[in-house]
């Protein structure tokens, strides 16, 4: 079983960026496809990032599409989303999500596809 623990939120400026991290412990990062979501107020969590075991499929959301970067070091059992150019819309509690997979290429969008989930980092854009 792996524990997710996410850091790097905060509060920044419009235009401005972050890193978010996600490190693991418990079990090897390789063994997982990983995932970030978001929750703002009121509304559902959402997909923003996926990426698969090798770090060889990646996946963005249209809404980050060329703003944000997902990625991983299997070496640091870390996974990290890159986030440029923020808007006030992407305020939201930040979640990393692992999946066992047995597919090294294989990416998941889906929320129920994921196992484990972190408790979140709050990402606050402000106008």
């Known amino acids: 079983q792996v524990q997710l623990v996410e850091s790097g939120g905060g509060l920044v400026q419009a235009g401005g960026s972050l890193r978010l991290s996600c490190a693991t412990s418990?079990?090897?990062?390789?063994?997982?496809?990983m995932g970030w979501f978001r929750q703002a107020p009121g509304k559902e969590r959402e997909f923003v990032a996926a990426?698969?075991?090798?770090?060889?499929?990646?996946y963005h959301s249209d809404s980050v599409k060329g703003r944000f970067t997902i990625s991983r070091d299997n070496n640091k059992n870390t996974v990290y989303l890159q986030m440029n150019s923020l808007k006030p819309e992407d305020t939201a509690v930040y979640y990393c999500?692992?999946?066992?997979?047995?597919?090294?290429?294989?990416?998941?969008?889906?929320?129920?596809?994921?196992?484990?989930w972190g408790q979140g980092t709050q990402v606050t854009v402000s106008s």
């Open positions: 999500a692992a999946k066992v997979s047995g597919v090294s290429g294989a990416f998941y969008v889906v929320r129920l596809a994921y196992n484990y």
């Open positions: 990426i698969s075991r090798s770090g060889a499929g990646i």
């Open positions: 418990g079990s090897s990062v390789s063994s997982y496809a």
